[in-house]
């Protein structure tokens, strides 16, 4: 009681920094010793190998590297920070954005052909449907000429005298 905590911002963008690392390498214990901290939080290499993922290292590793130096003044400011994860957010959804984009001509074009294929197959199905009526057709007409002739066969047959 009676003690006054101060916070500069240079502090908080240091532990800010420490923190978006942990995050980043899936981190859960700090380093502990300072030697370790400087090793860890100010060599760009040592950081990049670290982080979780490579697009991360890319991204975010400079970021990083300047919030966490030990050097107060070489710490960049809050606002900048701001602006350049905003810009890197923009750019990332721009990315995103025309990823989604050529995916989706892509499908488009995918399932244009597969139409297209249907439709032709269907068109082929259709014409095979109309002769194999034409067939069913003249099979049934052949059937009656045949149905007749053994009727008259038959007809014939019966009445033809026999001599006995």
């Not at 350049?84 to 499908?107: G, P, T, V, Y």
């Not at 009656?144 to 047959?157: E, F």
Request: with cysteine; hydrophobic share 40%.
């Amino acid at each position: 009681a009676g003690e006054t905590v101060t916070a500069a911002l240079s502090i908080d963008m240091f532990s800010l920094g420490v923190v978006l690392w942990q995050v980043l390498c899936r981190s859960r214990n700090p380093p502990i010793s300072a030697e370790h901290l400087r090793e860890c939080y100010s060599d760009k290499a040592k950081m990049s190998a670290r982080l979780a993922l490579p697009e991360q290292s890319v991204l975010y590793t400079p970021l990083l590297c300047s919030i966490t130096t030990f050097i107060p003044s070489e710490r960049i400011t809050a606002e900048t920070l701001y602006k350049k994860m905003r810009d890197i957010a923009a750019s990332k959804a721009q990315q995103n954005w025309h990823k989604e984009k050529q995916e989706n001509a892509f499908l488009k074009d995918v399932v244009s052909d597969k139409l297209d294929g249907l439709d032709k197959q269907l068109q082929a199905l259709r014409q095979g449907q109309e002769l194999l009526g034409v067939q069913v057709g003249r099979v049934l007409q052949d059937n009656k000429k045949l149905d007749t002739m053994m009727r008259t066969l038959i007809a014939g047959t019966h009445s033809i005298p026999t001599y006995a």
